[in-house]
């Protein structure tokens, strides 16, 4: 992050945390979105539906969305 503030343009950082149990894809940011659906588009390419997607303006943000996701692991 500290990187990241130096550049010229402007870069965010956002963060999501999946996890793939019994060819289940689960959401461990919102516990209940789980099912989801892996999709792809041509200009996207590969992602997971409704996958919640937090930014972060801050390692200490960060580290609180693997924190967060960590406890909500099956």
């Not at 343009?9 to 060819?23: H, K, M, Q, T």
């Not at 959401?27 to 972060?56: H, I, M, T, W």
């Amino acid at each position: 992050f500290r990187l990241l503030s130096q550049q010229p343009a402007s870069v965010g950082v956002r963060a999501s945390y999946l996890e793939i149990y019994n060819e289940t894809l689960n959401d461990l940011l919102n516990p209940s979105s789980v099912g989801l659906q892996l999709r792809y588009e041509a200009k996207r390419g590969a992602f997971v539906q409704n996958l919640l997607q937090v930014d972060c303006e801050s390692l200490e943000d960060a580290m609180m969305v693997l924190a967060e996701g960590t406890r909500n692991r099956k």
